[in-house]
């Protein structure tokens, strides 16, 4: 018997199994599809684990370099006050904006976090 009338044989020989080689070949499939699907999802998650990774960096160094821009813009700022009113007030100038900036920054993540509170907690409270 040679390869090519095996091969032909071979759907032959599986409908003459019946409705067991028909379930068996079903199961079969089954497996080798949740096989396939599992792996996919593996190579799904290690890709987005990656990027993740990436994404994260980048973030990262995006706010480092940001932080020194400000720092450079303050700094500027300082030097460019300093020669007109004094080093002193430019300080007090600069300082006190700065500070101002931040308590309204402050005040208004807290007023946030109140509301969000509500929103989320309160429904049961009147």
């Known amino acids: 018997m040679s390869e090519t009338e095996t091969i032909e044989t071979t759907p032959e020989s599986a409908a003459d199994e019946g409705i067991g080689g028909a ?3 079903l199961i ?29 960096v980048l973030l990262l160094l995006g706010l480092a370099f940001a932080f020194f821009t400000l720092l450079a813009l303050v700094v500027g700022l300082l030097l460019a006050l ?26 208004r993540a807290v007023k946030r976090m109140s509301l969000a509170k509500q929103a989320l907690g309160g429904a049961s409270q009147p």
């Open 82 to 107: 300093a020669s007109y009113v004094g080093v002193w007030a430019s300080l007090g100038i600069v300082g006190g904006v700065l500070g101002i900036l931040a308590a309204v920054c402050l005040m």
């Open 23 to 25: 379930i068996k070949a």
């Open 28 to 56: 079969e499939d089954g497996q080798t599809l949740v096989e396939a699907e599992i792996a996919y999802r593996k190579a799904q998650a290690s890709y987005g684990l990656g990027e993740a990774k990436s994404i994260v």
